[in-house]
Each structure stands twice: as structure tokens, then as C-alpha cells.
């Protein structure tokens, strides 16, 4: 502000062009003969006309001072204007990201205020005794006495919590180092250490991505492309209404307390946006102490494929007449919107076409309360992977699925059990989060550790390298097994193709017909037919040898 020249600075600007018209306006009253004459004039001018005037022209460009389209919302912004006019000022917030831009002690200014919060903003406000309202992207007018209770960012967020790329968390305090920079180092150490089932501490980083837990716009559909929908038909109203409790679950019910901090520590408090990466690293810790050391880092962790939730229908699958129907000037924009609504008709009457065609049936039994799904009666099978892949896809599940596989004190996955509820999930759902990913990478150990694992390697790399070679031929077994298979199978549904197509009257055509299928399978294949010259020729032979001496 104070690098500004005078001369664009506006109040330099109102001040200058009033000069001006002052000048202009004593001009024109000497030239009509001077102050004597031009009493009445000047107290028409003075206490009627430029009232009228200036309030004419403050509601004409009032409307101007932010998007407006109501005319209510008009009014709204002029009385505004007019307050401030008379030195009624009320709070203008600008919130850009989920941070007010505001002058200083502008919350503090107690009559009606704007808030303009971005495309990528929220917020709710509240009075002395209670929480308000909740509000997404666009301009809001807040009554008197109306503050910001707090404001969240709805982009796509990241928390990395661990050691930064420099730090030797378990080195000793070197003479270049200060105690405030030791300190730190040790702190970050801190927050992530775990105990291996062997007592051995493991420092690793951990990054989780997360948001507020709203839905995005459809294509067409107003609303903020980070995760905000709007509307005027019942759905839309209804998601805007789910979009607002995620955000007001997360401003209000989002800040929680670390009881294993000093309450005068600064992380005592766990702001919305630290509670993902706090749940990851509890997780961590505790899948952390069901392994060994050594199974960190060889595959002999059975782990079972991921969960996959069962499907439910969204409500335009249940009911097209749901999807509101967007309309557009044009006359393309019209055509679009008829064939909509003659597509819906023709479901709806096909739907009553079909239950008329069909014999009564009893009515459907009432469902049962949903419980959690039984392992299906398939045999799962296991993958062997480290443990920490494990604890990577354990974590990840934790914090973004209602339901996980259980796994008991030894790290063994608990067969034939039914999946576990995940109370992290449960946490960071109540609280408007959703956690996309989670990271657990670099695991740090001591330097006695490390060269007692790098001594245990180099003594039994042999021995490791002559079990990786199994596995992975024992998996190649298996792909050429199953390829055979596949092989066969497709084989003998090409020959029967071509017999179900035109089938021959006797049992000699039948024959000719499959070898000539295989032939044509072998020419029409370059690799096939240079690996198969000599089988090529027998076929030719054999249907000779058929057609001579068939029956």
C-alpha cells in the first residue's frame, strides 16, 4: 500500500474529481449573478437535488460492486452502501482458498457485511450464541452481529508428516547444530516412530491426500468444480443440503484434541485438516508392531484381495424422471430437451408395459438390516508381499473403506472372518473428510540396524536370490498353465464354429471340415505357421489320405 503513488490512490481520485465540480458548480453560480441572487437556488441544490442525485448514482453503480442478479439482492447491496455512507460500517470479507482477506479488525465492525468467498471456499458464520449458517462459493450477505466460525479449502489437500529429506533422525547432536534445530529433527522423529514386533524403532514418512467430502457438479450442472453442487430442483437442493453438513461437519466437529500432548503445546489442538494424517500414523503404529523387522522387507506377508463393496444403484438408474433436464436458449437446446423428455416417457411406459404383461406376484419381503458382507464362499486367494506393502494397503484401507480384512497380533490375515468396521473411515466421515491415499515410504532405521540387515544380505544373497527365482518360476508355471487353458478353449470353440455354422451330413465332412479350420488357423498366423512348417504338412497329407480313402 505504500509503494501506491499518491496520485492512484482513490481517495486522492475522489477528492480531485470533487474539487473539480465544487469549482465547476461556484462558476456557474457567479455567472447566474452570485450568492445573493442564488439563495434559493443553492438550498434547492444543496439540501433536495444533490441528495437525490447522489442517491441515484450510488444505487445505479452499487449494483455493480458484485455479481448481482436478484432484485433483492440489489436492495441489499444499496443499504450497505448507504451504511458505510453514514459511517455504519459492516465487515467485507474476501475468502480466497479457505483464508480471509479482510483489513484489519474488519470482523470486529458489527452491522450487515459481504462475504465473497472463491470458487473453492466455504464457510460458517454464527452469532454470540449460536452457529449460523453454512456457506459455499459465491457472494452472501451476513446480518449484524454475524461472524466467520471458520472457513475450509476445497481443493484436493496434502499432510506429510516425518522427517524432511535432510534430517538422520537417530544421528547424535552435531557442534554445527543448534538445540532449537536438534529439537526439531527429534520432534518430526517423533510424531511418526514405531516399535517392530522386535522392539526395533522404525521412522518412516507418511503423506495423506484428502478432502471435504462433497460431490462434484455434473457436466452442465451449476455448482464449483472443486466439489460444491447447487441447483434449483429437489436433487439438487437435496445435494447441496449433504454438500453443506460435510462442510459444516468439518469446521465444526473437525477440530479435535491430541491428549498425549501438553495442553499448552501447539499440537495439543488437531485442526480438520490434521486429523487424516494423525489417524494414518495411529494406524501405522499399530500395524507396525504386528511384524518383525526381517518381514518389512521379504514377501512372506499373505495378503487378501482388496474389498470390493457391493455396487448400489445411483438414483437416476432407479428413476430417469429424477436427472433434472437443463434448458438452453436455441432451438438445438430445445430439441435435446423434448427428446429427454419422450426418452423418460418411453421408459416409464415400457416399465407399465412390462408389470401389465407379467402375472401378479406376491409382494417382495421387507429387507434385512444391512450387515456387514460375509467372505464369499470362493476361496480368496493370498498374495505374498512385504509387510510394508501390507501396512501401505492396510493404512489406505483404514481411512478410506466402512469395512477391512482383519488381521491378527502376528500379522497373519484372519481367514474365514468377516471383515472388520473401520472406525477411522467412521471418524473422518462424521467429520465431512474422505481420504483419497495414503503413503508409508523410507523407513529409517538405527545405523547398528542397518549394517546388521546389510550384513544378514550380503552372508544369504544367494539364498535370497535362489527363492526370488522360484517364485517367479513357479508364476510362470501357473501363467503357461493357465494360457494352455485359454489356448484349448478357444481352439475348441473355433472348430465348433465352423461346424455349428453349415454342418456337414456325415461324419468324413465333419472331419475334413475341423482339419481345414486348423489349417486356416495355422496359415493365417505368421509365428503359428513358421513354428508349425512340418504339422502344416501332415494336415495337407491327411485330408489327401480322406479324400482318397475316406468313407
Not at 16 to 42: D, K, P, S, T
Not at 102 to 129: F, I, N, Q, Y
Not at 240 to 265: L, M, R, T, V
Not at 394 to 413: C, I, N, S
Request: hydrophobic fraction near 40%; aromatic fraction near 10%; glycine fraction near 6%.
Amino acid at each position: 500500500m505504500g509503494d501506491t503513488p499518491i496520485y492512484k490512490r482513490p481517495w486522492f481520485f475522489i477528492f480531485v474529481w470533487l474539487f473539480i465540480l465544487v469549482i465547476a458548480y461556484l462558476w456557474e453560480i457567479a455567472r447566474a449573478g452570485g450568492f445573493q441572487l442564488n439563495q434559493v437556488r443553492i438550498a434547492f441544490d444543496i439540501f433536495c437535488l444533490f441528495p437525490i442525485l447522489l442517491l441515484m448514482w450510488m444505487a445505479f453503480f452499487s449494483q455493480f460492486i458484485l455479481p448481482l442478479t436478484k432484485t433483492g439482492d440489489r436492495w441489499r447491496i444499496f443499504t450497505r452502501v448507504i451504511s458505510r455512507l453514514v459511517g455504519n460500517k459492516g465487515p467485507a470479507i474476501f475468502i480466497k482458498n479457505g483464508k480471509q482477506e479482510k483489513e484489519l479488525k474488519e470482523e470486529e465492525r458489527k452491522a450487515k457485511g459481504v462475504l465473497w468467498l472463491d470458487s473453492a471456499s466455504a464457510a460458517v458464520t454464527r452469532t454470540a450464541t449460536k452457529i449460523q449458517r453454512t456457506l459455499g462459493p459465491g457472494f452472501h450477505f451476513i446480518g449484524k452481529k454475524e461472524t466467520i466460525a471458520g472457513t475450509v479449502d476445497l481443493h484436493i489437500q496434502n499432510h506429510a508428516v516425518g522427517p524432511s529429506g535432510q534430517d538422520k533422525p537417530f544421528a547424535e547432536k552435531t557442534e554445527n547444530q543448534s538445540d532449537e534445530e536438534y529439537k526439531q529433527i527429534q520432534d518430526r522423529r517423533m510424531q511418526v516412530s514405531a516399535l517392530t514386533r522386535d522392539g526395533i524403532e522404525i521412522v518412516p514418512n507418511i503423506s495423506v491426500t484428502f478432502r471435504i467430502d462433497t460431490g462434484f457438479p455434473e457436466e452442465g450442472q451449476p455448482g464449483s468444480r472443486f466439489g460444491y453442487r447447487t441447483g434449483v430442483t429437489p436433487k439438487d437442493k437435496k445435494n447441496e443440503k449433504a454438500d453443506q453438513e460435510a462442510i459444516y461437519n468439518a469446521i465444526i466437529k473437525g477440530e479435535s484434541i491430541n491428549p498425549n500432548h501438553n495442553p499448552e503445546s501447539s499440537r495439543y489442538r488437531v485442526a480438520w485438516n490434521q486429523l487424516p494424517a494423525v489417524l494414518a500414523v495411529d494406524v501405522w503404529r499399530e500395524y507396525a508392531s504386528k511384524f518383525t523387522l526381517n518381514q518389512f522387507f521379504e514377501p512372506c506377508v499373505e495378503m487378501p484381495p482388496p474389498y470390493v463393496p457391493p455396487v448400489m444403484p445411483t438414483e437416476e438408474e432407479i428413476d430417469p424422471l429424477t436427472r433434472a433436464i437443463q434448458m438452453k436458449s436455441g432451438r438445438e437446446s430445445f430439441q435435446i430437451a423434448l427428446a429427454r423428455i419422450l426418452r423418460a416417457a418411453n421408459r416409464v411406459i415400457a416399465k407399465l408395459i412390462s408389470m401389465l404383461e407379467k402375472k401378479p406376484s406376491t409382494p417382495p419381503k421387507k429387507q434385512p438390516p444391512v450387515t456387514p458382507p460375509q467372505p464369499p464362499s470362493q476361496e480368496k486367494k493370498a498374495i505374498q508381499k512385504t509387510a510394508l506393502q501390507a501396512i501401505n494397503e492396510m493404512v489406505k484401507a483404514r481411512l478410506t473403506q466402512e469395512f477391512v480384512e482383519p488381521f491378527d497380533q502376528h500379522g497373519v490375515w484372519a481367514e474365514g472372518r468377516a471383515p472388520e468396521f473401520s472406525r477411522e473411515f467412521n471418524r473422518l466421515r462424521d467429520r465431512g473428510l474422505k481420504v483419497t491415499s495414503v503413503s508409508v515410504s523410507n523407513p529409517r532405521v538405527s545405523d547398528t540396524v542397518a549394517q546388521t540387515i546389510i550384513g544378514k544380505w550380503q552372508a544369504g544373497w544367494l539364498k535370497y536370490a535362489k527363492g526370488e527365482q522360484n517364485r517367479i518360476n513357479r508364476r510362470r508355471e501357473l501363467h503357461e498353465s493357465a494360457a494352455q487353458d485359454r489356448a484349448i478353449q478357444e481352439y475348441g470353440l473355433w472348430l465348433s464354429d465352423g461346424i455349428m455354422q453349415a454342418p456337414p451330413p456325415d461324419m468324413k465332412n465333419t472331419l475334413k471340415t475341423m482339419l481345414k479350420r486348423t489349417r486356416s488357423m495355422i496359415i493365417r498366423s505368421d509365428g503359428i505357421r513358421r513354428k508349425m512348417e512340418t504339422e502344416l504338412l501332415y494336415l495337407e497329407d491327411i485330408l489327401r489320405w480322406i479324400e482318397v480313402n475316406g468313407r
